[in-house]
């Protein structure tokens, strides 16, 4: 079911020509890793943010607010599609905590330097392995450092 959310949220943003990058767990597999998704999580600019809800109004499931949680401040919304959680966050303002030093730093999100990787048999703009393990070291929870291993390995 994820490959149908991936094509749905795909689908809308391509429609409008709203840029966007996968992250998490997604674009740890488009880099080798192997293990099941929870969710799909990507990023858009901000100032397409807006039009991202209200195009995917009939889908949410978490309205857009900005929220911290699980080393995450930021504003984003989710939808469900199909039975899977589709997070759409809001480039702009985003933060992670950086669990070594314990400290929130931001989180830049650099579209320009997306990677694009067929995954699932959808080609996707994916933050670049660089990044992605950058982040994920920062914020060191269990299924992240279990990506990092994966995405190692495969390399």
């Known amino acids: 079911m994820h490959h149908l959310a991936a094509q749905w949220i795909v689908g809308l ?6 840029p966007f990058q996968v992250c998490g767990g997604l674009a740890a597999k488009g880099y080798g890793a192997e293990r099941d998704l929870n969710d799909i999580d990507l990023f858009v600019p901000g100032e397409y943010f807006a039009t991202v809800v209200r195009c995917g109004r009939e889908y949410v ?13 930021l504003t984003y919304v989710q939808f469900k599609y199909k039975g899977i959680k589709v997070e759409v966050g809001n480039a702009d303002g985003a933060w992670i905590f950086d669990a070594g030093a ?10 320009s330097r997306s990677r694009i990787v067929s ?4 080609e996707l703009p994916l933050m670049t392995r660089e990044d992605l393990v950058r982040y994920k070291s920062l914020l060191s929870r269990a299924v992240d450092l279990e990506d990092i291993r994966a995405i ?4």
């Open 152 to 155: 190692s390995e495969s390399m």
């Open 13 to 18: 943003l391509s429609d409008r020509r709203i």
């Open 119 to 122: 995954v699932m048999g959808i």
């Open 61 to 73: 499931s978490k309205a857009a607010a900005h929220r911290q949680e699980e080393g995450w401040d």
């Open 102 to 111: 314990e400290t929130w730093v931001p989180l830049n999100i650099d579209f």
